[in-house]
């Protein structure tokens, strides 16, 4: 593979499908992460059903933004008009990540945005977790994995949310998708997304009148991470 | 075990049931695997009793079709006429699993059959995981594990459901049996049952009300990984 | 350690204990296994608040009925007293467990029996799991770890109950005992109580109607796994 | 390192850090320790988001009571001014930890002190784990980290609770802190703070009017671990 012009980017997608098991985001094939090469055009993205201990760098796929297989063996992950989509429409993107996660994938089965009840979930956004609706019955039956790119960014419309700010999203009845600038953090954001919705089901157990967050927390919390003054981590 | 004529499904059966505990679908020795040999008329099934660090391909038992023991020197596992049953007459099938996993056998004590919910379920079974009424008290007494095997099958003629189509069951009052065309298809099964009973208690409890998936999207889910034109996986 | 006359049930008492944290049931020092030697007259069992880390066999401390220190260096468990009133009246039983496992402490919390819902507590027990009410103010005050054991005997005098058919308790408020033929029994018996405990809690959770398991189904699991004509396991 | 004044708490501070994601009570960065050095008015601290498997020695922060750096590069933990308001006004603790545990946050979240259900949270303390209300909006906007050190304390004036029996608190809408006379034991009170939360979270499941553990079994176990006559661990 040492002459792959996409080398890169389809060793940083192995390594960035190779921590969703690690971090016990995924069972069996139930997940996948894809890497943009915006100067080329394309996408690295994990072969269709093939299993995390088996996966091997030069089986990624390399994909365009209109989901024409451009490298590799192996038909891509079922998902990927998906990334496809995202990828062409929303530019600052670097990296998608798809997992069916077990508490982020209960919430998309209940139809219900996930309340921003604490600090944790405010260090990284600071709305609801938004729920896209299920899809209308003409989009399913037609292209389904790129319509669901669509259902996708409209809930962000409809929501007025940038997908700059916001970095996931449930997808009604199915599961989450997240994204960011890069592989690395839009599988750091699932994990997260994962404890903020085992954390938020606990807490109505807890409390089913559980008050949401208040704005001035959530502005603060957030902003010490990402406002303009930001003073969490290093520089 | 060189020239033992059962050696291959009995290594089979053995791999397949250390893939249990490795999964974390059973408790101490709460659980078995079996795989059958169409052309002997045999099945390879788990010791009773044995702890799964001390097991041994060579402890495999081999059983006819009436549960008869045809080979090896330990009593097979006290399920094995459940197992007979299903190989005589649901001709297609090539393993079955049983176990006691946690939440699959939560709902099984609830008598309750698992809402598909979302698109993790409908990946693997267009309806509701059947669950099947506890039996009569003349059938529990009488050839109580030869019962159970006929239990699951009235389920599905009651239910009208296809074996081939949805290769799971909880017994109720008891816990789940999963089945495939092999021993490593099954034990898969029991995986994915554990996980959507998992997800589908969670998703109730975000959601009481939580509306059962809309056919159109079981209907396409299935059929991208099951469907004469399923796109799922490599072919 | 070669010559001591208390070697034996010295490193049972080890290993068993040493199971604990294996099996997910200790955090920390929260519990203790004992293991007893009749013609002696005494028992083995952990010495107090020494992290499993770094429990040595040599450590154990060796204790009559009365709870006297008859060999060893440490002060024994805190519980000693419990398990002392336990071995002295209690003529057959050869080890004891004490934890503080998560779900079994939940249920010990709530005062409530654990109902038996299903063919894994039937495997192992005929009646719910017991829960000894929290004692009186004056047993508390007096010889508290002493009047423990007391009130355990009477919890089962009060529901007829056999310590050798039944082989774990709830004492309310606090966590759960069990005890068997030997140490391996007793730690054997706490896992199936930590499993069956929380079977029980997600149970209710699926169904808060959820009926008992009916008498027929009860006998027949408990007889294949203990009747005189059991058949489950070698023989 | 080795002319480094702060060794010693350095290298305390990083390995009591490291406990934190060894004991699951941390996913990434979101969790700190503090080790106390009272002669030299310091403190040892991680530094702000780096990740546990990347953390070294002698990346740990040396910051005074003022949360002014007194030695080290990097930035450290955005929580410091919290732990410095402590270390300045709790004359008596030696180590602090905060983290995001998940069901200590969820009860957090909830706004709600963890009831004393039970011995395991007795052994600990005698009251029920207090939850500081959110702060005012001026507190929010203002200092906010250095202002979460005074609504700690407060919580404990106005509750009349004493730093030195109760090494615990929830930060309300926020997440946990525990301390302790060195970090070791603060990092132990923080996961028996999780582990408390746990089993009250699932005894509210089992039974929704679960009773507070009534005075005598709350005093008679915090006695045998902490009173005059303890006989909890070794002398």
Redesign the interface.
Known sequence: MSNNPYKSIKEQAYEANMALPRLGLV??T?GNVSVVDRDKGVFAIK????PYELLKPKQIVIVDFDANVVEGK??PS?DTKTHAVLYKHWEKIGGIVHT?S??A????????DIPI????HADHLTVDVPCAP??D?DM??GN?EYETGFQIMNCFKDKKLSYEEVEMILVG???PFTWGKDADKAV?NA??LE?VA??????????PQ??R??D??IR?HFE?KHGPDA?????
Chains 1, 2, 3, 4 share one sequence.
């Open positions: 069972l069996f139930f072969p269709s059903g093939v192996h038909r079922s069916h077990t508490y994938t209960a919430w998309a089965q209940a139809q219900r009840f604490g600090t944790t299920p899809m019955d399913i039956k389904y009845n199915h599961a750091y994990a997260v404890e085992r954390m938020a089901l606990l807490t109505e157990q807890a409390n559980a008050p967050l208040k001035t927390l603060k010490r003073y969490y981590g290093q520089e």
